[in-house]
């Protein structure tokens, strides 16, 4: 198997030069571990071969903990860019950055794929894997056996067609209303949210299920497990806006005090209701007491 090591010790930031998605069909020449270092120019090359083979000789990370390199595209075109420092004869194992994920359209995984700690099932075809980057890439060829090969055609493929997402595939981004079946007997969004952290469990944290990113508290873990399902308990007082994030919620709600000055209200002069924002508060005045707005009123919700 291909493998990319570094033939000294390399710094976290360093790139390759820019190749284009054609170079990585290119067929290898075999079974040969593949050693980087630094050019003349003091970019990331192979000591054999052009650019595209630093990318398309790596292993892909079995999760985002293991990766420290990521191929990363631009309109120059697609390079690889180191994540942390790599000490002499390390291992590069490379992910995607997000612009690529969508791009290539990379599977996410719900909880129909991730059945407990090191136990992610295809869903078609039942296959168990014990990372979720190798159940990513399984989705990804269609359930067809893995080769380097294989993959980097589809990806060629996908990324040369710019081919845009679709909204009816299955996708953690999705609502989680349309993830869960109704029959599910854990179909309560909390209930997926709870039962998602404790799978998370892990002696070096808590892990994400869907991405693999680990935190140190299960609070945190906790929150970032929305963004992949689509959860937003959380609700202003003000305009009954939805969050999933507590801290996102707070920066709106100061919004709402900005607009109102320190008690974040605005009381109506004529009938002392108080509302969260002034041009609420205009509505309201044109609304309930247009005789005001023609009279003798002096209040800052008069309109000029």
């Not at 990324?159 to 299955?170: V, W």
Request: aromatic letters at 8%; glycine letters at 8%.
């Amino acid at each position: 198997m291909l493998g990319v090591f570094a033939r000294r010790a390399l710094r976290a930031g360093m790139t390759s030069k820019y190749f284009s998605a054609d170079g990585l069909t290119v067929k290898s020449e075999g079974n040969e571990m593949v050693y980087i270092d630094i050019d003349e120019t003091g970019s990331l090359s192979p000591l054999h071969g052009d650019p595209a083979t630093v990318a398309r000789s790596a292993r892909l990370a079995p999760d985002i903990q293991a990766r420290n390199a990521e191929l990363v595209t631009s309109e120059e075109g697609l390079r690889v860019r180191i994540l942390g420092d790599l000490a002499a004869g390390e291992e590069l194992m490379m992910w995607f950055d997000e612009g690529i994920l969508a791009i290539v359209d990379m599977p996410f995984l719900t909880l129909k794929n991730i059945r407990g700690k090191k136990d992610y099932v295809c869903h078609d075809c039942e296959v168990q894997f014990e990372r979720p980057n190798h159940l990513k890439v399984h989705l990804f060829l269609q359930c067809r056996e893995f080769s380097p090969s294989a993959f980097w055609k589809r990806f060629h493929t996908k990324i040369t067609s710019a081919y845009i997402p679709t909204t009816d595939r299955i996708s953690a981004f999705r609502p989680y209303t349309d993830i869960v079946s109704v029959n599910s007997p854990i179909s309560a969004p909390a209930h997926l949210e709870a039962l998602a952290a404790e799978w998370g469990k892990s002696t070096n944290g808590h892990l994400c299920l869907y991405c693999g990113k680990i935190y140190s508290r299960k609070y945190g873990l906790k929150i970032h497990i929305r963004t992949h399902t689509g959860y937003k308990p959380l609700r202003c007082r003000y305009c009954l806006r939805a969050f999933g994030d507590p801290s996102n919620l707070n920066k709106h709600v100061r919004l709402h005090a900005n607009e109102g000055g320190a008690s974040g209200e605005h009381a109506c002069p004529v009938c002392g209701k108080r509302l969260a924002r002034r041009r609420d508060l205009l509505r309201h005045v044109r609304a309930r007491h247009a005789n005001v707005l023609s009279g003798t009123a002096t209040s800052p919700c008069a309109v000029p």
